[in-house]
């Protein structure tokens, strides 16, 4: 599995910001991709995964309405378009790849990629 996630950065509240997860063709079209934050002093938690053949989505409560998750099957990519950047949203993003739909429990997730950070000012 290799997952390589980008697009972290410094922003303000309310800003837009979209990460990109490049995958390797073999883990695109046989995983189930997922997006997990780690805020600063938390645990990782989980933020939207989208499913591996219907490209369903399914995203944390406190996302929903602000995030949005999709695949582009030519660019084997995975991304996360976040609208409405909150303080709280600040936290190290992390893609992942899972064999179950969703996997909101870190300890499920099969592979991991490395995590890209997300600061957003007040």
């Known amino acids: 599995v290799q997952l390589q996630a980008s697009g972290g950065g410094l922003v303000q509240t309310g800003d837009s910001l979209r990460l990109s997860c490049a995958a390797s063709?073999?883990?695109?079209?046989?995983?189930?991709l997922e997006w997990f934050r780690r805020p600063p002093g938390k645990e990782r938690e989980f933020v939207a995964a989208?499913?591996?053949?219907?490209?369903?989505?399914y995203y944390a409560d406190s996302v929903k309405g602000r995030f949005t998750i999709s695949r582009d099957s030519a660019k084997n990519t995975v991304y996360l378009q976040m609208n409405g950047l909150k303080p709280e949203d600040t936290a190290v993003y992390y893609c992942?790849?899972?064999?179950?739909?969703?996997?909101?429990?870190?300890?499920?997730?099969?592979?991991w990629g490395q995590g890209t950070l997300v600061t957003v000012s007040s």
């Open positions: 063709e073999r883990t695109f079209i046989n995983y189930h």
């Open positions: 992942a790849a899972s064999l179950v739909f969703p996997t909101i429990v870190p300890t499920g997730v099969f592979d």
């Open positions: 989208i499913s591996v053949n219907t490209y369903t989505p």
